[in-house]
């Protein structure tokens, strides 16, 4: 069965990086848009970034254009988040997600088939 398993999480300050991975089995994830979501406590779950199927277009949400870079090694089978220049309102659990679909990165949930159980990022002031 599918598993895409996040880690990398964890508790940093303001200012510092962190680097989340997916690692993804039962899966090819070359074979998927992929994409990186997070929830904060009280509000909706959103993409903050996401590759295209054939790797040739990601997307960043506003908020984190130009801290965060998603990237895929294919011959690990996993994707990665890095975020640098960490904020406080970074805090979230963030999520791996992978869509079975063709196009532009998808950035709705509901696009997306398979989902990880997600890592706490908390950043501190």
């Known amino acids: 069965q599918v598993q895409l398993v996040e880690s990398g999480g964890g508790l940093v300050q303001a200012g510092g990086s962190l680097r989340l991975s997916c690692a993804a089995s039962?899966?090819?994830?070359?074979?998927?848009?992929m994409g990186w979501f997070r929830q904060a406590p009280g509000k909706e779950r959103e993409c903050v970034a996401a590759?295209?199927?054939?790797?040739?277009?990601?997307y960043y949400s506003d908020s984190v254009k130009g801290r965060y870079t998603m990237s895929r090694d294919n011959a690990k089978n996993t994707v990665y988040l890095q975020m640098n220049s960490l904020k406080v309102d970074d805090t979230a659990v963030y999520y791996c997600?992978?869509?079975?679909?063709?196009?532009?990165?998808?950035?709705?949930?509901?696009?997306?088939?398979?989902w990880g159980q997600g890592t706490q990022v908390t950043v501190s002031s």
């Open positions: 039962g899966l090819t994830v070359s074979n998927y848009a």
């Open positions: 997600a992978a869509a079975r679909r063709i196009g532009p990165p998808p950035t709705s949930r509901s696009r997306y088939d398979y």
């Open positions: 590759i295209n199927w054939g790797g040739s277009s990601t």
